[in-house]
T-cell receptor, first 115, second 111 residues
Framework: EPEVTQTPSHQVTQMGQEVILRCVPI?????FYWYRQILGQKVEFLVS????????KSEIFDDQFSVERPDGSNFTLKIRSTKLEDSAMYFC?????????????FGDGTRLSIL | KQEVTQIPAALSVPEGENLVLNCSFT??????LQWFRQDPGKGLTSLLL?????REQTSGRLNASLDKSSGRSTLYIAASQPGDSATYLC??????????FGAGTILRVKS
């Protein structure tokens, strides 16, 4: 069964450094998402992306964050200057459409640790 | 703002029991609701999607119901097995394709 793949599985970065998290969505999917889960807390929506544009973003997704689809297969999340509070599990997801019958499929996540 | 609550927070049952996990949400303007399973340190596996126009959806031993007007969904697991042990999350879908997650129910099925 097709799946969403994320790399790396674990990223350790010094505070203030830039980090790029990578995702390969399911190949025929058109909608892409990033969510995050701080340890012990709920999964939170960050951003949705369609047709090379952000379609929705949360208040968490400030100017430090950006997303890009650099080619036909990858979808990336960049954090420009990481803070300690950015430490979390980051999940990428994709869906075939935005219809109510299209589930979002998630990857296994990237654990980001900021030192 | 959508708030999602899941009850109970944790549940421990002997193998073979049927069980019900509850999810409530404050804003009934949803497009669908997904139930997920999360194993420790892993991603989210989609179990069932129930559209806002549906009342019920079934997959194997799992059955999800949705009462949109009262803001409730339940996940019924029949004949539970130790392999069902995981955290179960419900997430209604709002405008903007945003899933809003509950804190989850941690299920342990004892053999």
């Amino acid at each position: 069964e097709p799946e969403v793949t994320q790399t790396p599985s674990h990223q350790v970065t010094q505070m203030g450094q830039e980090v790029i998290l990578r995702c390969v969505p399911i190949s025929n999917h058109l909608y892409f998402y990033w969510y995050r889960q701080i340890l012990g807390q709920k999964v939170e929506f960050l951003v949705s992306f369609y047709n090379n544009e952000i379609s929705e973003k949360s208040e968490i997704f400030d100017d430090q964050f950006s997303v890009e689809r650099p080619d036909g297969s990858n979808f990336t999340l960049k954090i420009r200057s990481t803070k300690l509070e950015d430490s979390a599990m980051y999940f990428c997801a994709s869906s075939a459409g935005d219809l109510s019958n299209q589930p979002q499929h998630f990857g296994d996540g990237t654990r980001l640790s900021i030192l | 703002k959508q708030e999602v609550t899941q009850i109970p927070a944790a549940l421990s049952v002997p193998e073979g029991e049927n069980l019900v996990l509850n999810c409530s949400f404050t804003d009934s303007a949803i497009y669908n609701l997904q139930w997920f399973r999360q194993d420790p340190g892993k991603g989210l596996t989609s179990l069932l999607l129930i559209q806002s126009s549906q009342r019920e959806q079934t997959s194997g031993r799992l059955n999800a119901s949705l009462d949109k007007s009262s803001g409730r969904s339940t996940l019924y697991i029949a004949a539970s097995q130790p392999g069902d042990s995981a955290t179960y999350l419900c997430a209604p879908l709002r405008y903007g394709n945003k899933l809003v997650f509950g804190a989850g129910t941690i299920l342990r099925v004892k053999s």
